[in-house]
């Protein structure tokens, strides 16, 4: 069974040391560039339906935010490029038996820092909200679990501000 998915992912990979460097490179990036392209071209149809639509405040806020979000999405793609690096190297010293149970932890650790980099946004969201206005302190379900206030009382205590 293991060698015969052994056969299989021989199969369905390009051996990116054989062959022109040149055609090779391009191969293995014309993904990676069109991943980029298509990253840049939605985040310009964000920020124009944002001016657009919103007003320029809205557009300014999007753009603080947006910088926000790309430091998780730097932080995830290194991540992703440490895994390459592991794959690539069982692959290169041709222990193929390894790359699929590392593939796998790679996705679930992946998905573990996803939730936890939403978890920190939504969080960060409210807090951000609860600065700019307090009066809306309320209206964020993920603080009111960390409210100083407890709520078996009844009743709140003033806040200063």
């Given at each position: 069974m293991l060698a015969e998915s052994t056969t299989k992912m021989k199969d369905k990979v390009m051996d990116l040391t054989k062959g022109k460097v040149s055609t090779a490179l391009l191969k293995f990036t014309m993904p990676i560039i069109l991943m980029q392209i298509l990253n840049q071209a939605y985040m310009v149809a964000d920020s124009v339906i944002v001016a657009r639509f919103?007003?320029?405040?809205?557009?300014?806020?999007?753009?603080?935010?947006?910088?926000?979000?790309?430091?998780?999405?730097?932080?995830?793609?290194?991540?992703?490029?440490?895994?390459?690096?592991?794959?690539?190297?069982?692959?290169?010293?041709?222990?193929?038996?390894?790359?699929?149970?590392?593939?796998?932890?790679?996705?679930?650790?992946?998905?573990?820092?996803?939730?936890?980099?939403?978890?920190?946004?939504?969080?960060?969201?409210?807090?951000?909200?609860?600065?700019?206005?307090?009066?809306?302190?309320n209206d964020c379900p993920e603080l009111r679990a960390l409210d100083r206030n407890d709520g078996a009382s009844g009743h709140r205590k003033p806040r200063r501000y």
């Open positions: 919103v007003n320029e405040t809205a557009l300014s806020i999007w753009s603080s935010a947006n910088n926000i979000l790309l430091i998780g999405y730097t932080i995830l793609s290194g991540f992703s490029g440490a895994g390459h690096i592991v794959v690539g190297r069982f692959y290169g010293e041709q222990q193929y038996n390894k790359i699929k149970p590392t593939v796998f932890t790679l996705g679930m650790a992946g998905m573990a820092l996803g939730l936890v980099q939403t978890v920190i946004y939504l969080l960060f969201s409210c807090i951000s909200e609860r600065i700019s206005d307090p009066r809306h302190s």
